[in-house]
Nanobody, 122 residues
């Protein structure tokens, strides 16, 4: 049974930074693909960053967000810098054993999901 648990979300001022973490049981991040998604009220869930063999970012976060994983701790991270009010959303960690290379930020590619952590930027 795979569980993903996000943490680190909070309210910050614009220009600030946050680091989100995703811990897991029943899954090894380094053996598959993992990603961060976000969903703002009234909007579709969108892929923010993914990591399989390489990291891929949505255009809206390139240069500001960094996805990484600690293989020893089996933890996924999302470092978010220069936060903007438009980054306000619930952030979700997701994982999959295989992902189609042409759609690594597609939500339908991922089979395991966390419950989310709220990020609010004002």
């Amino acid at each position: 049974h795979v569980q993903l648990v996000e943490s680190g979300g909070e309210s910050v001022q614009a220009g600030g930074s946050l680091r989100l973490s995703c811990d897991t049981s029943g899954y090894t991040f380094s053996r598959g693909c993992a990603a961060w998604f976000r969903q703002a009220p009234g909007k579709e869930r969108e892929g923010v960053a993914s990591i399989c063999s390489i990291a891929v970012y949505a255009d809206s976060v390139k240069g500001r967000f960094t996805i990484s994983q600690n293989t020893a701790k089996n933890t996924l991270y999302l470092q978010m810098n220069s936060l903007e009010p438009e980054d306000t959303a619930m952030y979700y960690c997701a994982a999959a054993r295989t992902v189609y290379a042409g759609d690594v930020l597609g939500k339908n590619q991922y089979e395991y999901w966390g419950q989310g952590t709220q990020v609010t930027v004002s």
